[in-house]
């Protein structure tokens, strides 16, 4: 399994695992859906754990390909890259490369915790807690998101 992708009303959340490029193709398809079922913008949030690997050249390449498409059915994208160190802030920079390259620029964010970007979207304390209880029993988050 590369990644885990549900949501909760509005908000679209990916827990990264190993990302592969077929998954921006599958992301992308499960965002349109939802848009046009919801008719309204999605808040989109990729949470990478503290053991996950930055993206391969191919994968990086597909998420540039499709950020500006995405943000067509989101409000927002939120990237969560948990965790400290050398390698997170590898993480973050290539992420915020990413985010760069979009036209949209302002509507895309990087974040060290899930409750960090749900508070970016206008979530309250209550809202997020029980947004994040039902994500972790979902199995959208990470072990220690809840934590962060």
Known sequence: MSCTRGHIDNLYFVRWIKPEVEDAH?????????RAEAGEALHYFAIIGPDVDPPG????????????DLLEHCATVHLV????GFRRAMARSI???IFLLSKNRGRTFAHDSVQ??????GLGETQSV???????????????????
Not at 27 to 32: A, C, P, T, W
Not at 130 to 148: D, F, H, I, K, Y
């Open 26 to 34: 599958n992301i992308l398809s499960d965002v349109r859906e939802l």
């Open 116 to 121: 960090q970007a749900l508070g970016r979207v």
């Open 130 to 148: 029980a947004v994040l209880t039902e994500a972790a029993e979902r199995g959208l988050l990470n072990e220690g998101s809840l934590s962060g």
């Open 57 to 68: 050249d191919d994968v990086r390449a597909s998420m540039k390909e499709s950020i500006d």
């Open 95 to 97: 992420g915020t490369g």
């Open 81 to 84: 890259i948990e965790g400290r």
